[in-house]
C-alpha cells in the first residue's frame, strides 16, 4: 500500500502542472470571447465559430505529436537518452507535415461558414480570425513537440509555467489589436486571432529557449546532430496516437 501511495504522489505531482496548463491556455480563449463581446456580440459570435473550428482542427495535431511523451520517457527511463533526439527531430519534421491538412481546413473556413448560413458580418469577421491564425500554425505544432519533449522528461513545470506566460501576454495584446490602441488598427474579432498567434510564437520561443539551456537536458543534446525525417517515424507516432 507504501508503494502505491508513493507513486501516486508522483503522478500527481507530474500531472497537476500538466493540467494547470491546460487550464492556462483554455483561459486563452476565455481571455478571446470577452475580448471580442467588449466590442460587440457579432464579433463574440464570429470567435466563437472560429474557436469551434480552430480546436479540431489543431487537436488532431497535438493528438498525433502527443505519441511523443511515452517514447521520450521509455528511452529516459532505459538510459537511451542519446535516442530522444532523434525522435523530437522527427516530430518537428511531423509537425510541418500535419501543419499542412490543418492550413487546409482554416482556408476553407468560407466554404464552412457557406454551409452554415452564417451573417456575412460575422462571416468576415471569422474569416478574418482564421486567416490571422494561419501562422500562429507551426508555431503551436512546434511548442506541442516540445512540450512532448519536456513533459516525456518528467519536467512538466516548464510548459505549465510558459502556458500562463502566454495567457498574461495574451491579455494586453488583445486589447491592443481589438480596440486599436498604441498605434495598431481597431480589428475587433479579427484582433483576437492576431494577439492569439504571437503568443503562441512567444510561447514557442520561450520552451525552446528553456530546453536549449537546461541543466537537465544537455544530455539528450537535442541538436548537435540532425537527422533526416523518416516516413517510417511519422506513422509510428500516427498509429501510437489513434490507437
Known sequence: ???????????????????????????MGVVDTIMAGGVSATDMAAV????????????????????LVP??????????????????????ALAVFIGFPIALVLLQTKNILGMMDVDAKMAEITIGYMHAMLPAIPAFLFFQTLRSFTDGMSLTKPAMVIGFLGLLINIPLNYI??????????????????????????MFGML?????TSKKLEKVGLF???????????SAYSNSAYQ
Open 71 to 92: 517514447i521520450v520517457a521509455q528511452l529516459n527511463g532505459r538510459g537511451h537518452q542519446h535516442k530522444i533526439a532523434n525522435e523530437i527531430q522527427q516530430g518537428g
Open 1 to 27: 500500500m507504501h508503494r502505491y501511495k508513493k507513486e501516486a504522489k508522483s503522478l500527481i505531482k507530474l500531472a497537476t502542472p500538466v493540467l494547470i496548463a491546460s487550464v492556462a491556455q483554455t483561459g
Open 48 to 67: 466563437a465559430i472560429a474557436s469551434s473550428i480552430w480546436l479540431p482542427s489543431i487537436l488532431f495535431g497535438i493528438g498525433i505529436l502527443l505519441a
Open 208 to 212: 525552446l529557449f528553456f530546453t536549449l
Open 224 to 234: 548537435k546532430t540532425w537527422h533526416k525525417p523518416k516516413l517510417q517515424a511519422k
Open 177 to 202: 489589436f481589438v480596440y486599436g490602441k498604441l498605434g495598431a488598427p481597431a480589428l475587433g474579432g479579427m484582433g483576437c486571432g492576431v494577439a492569439t498567434a504571437i503568443v503562441y510564437w512567444v
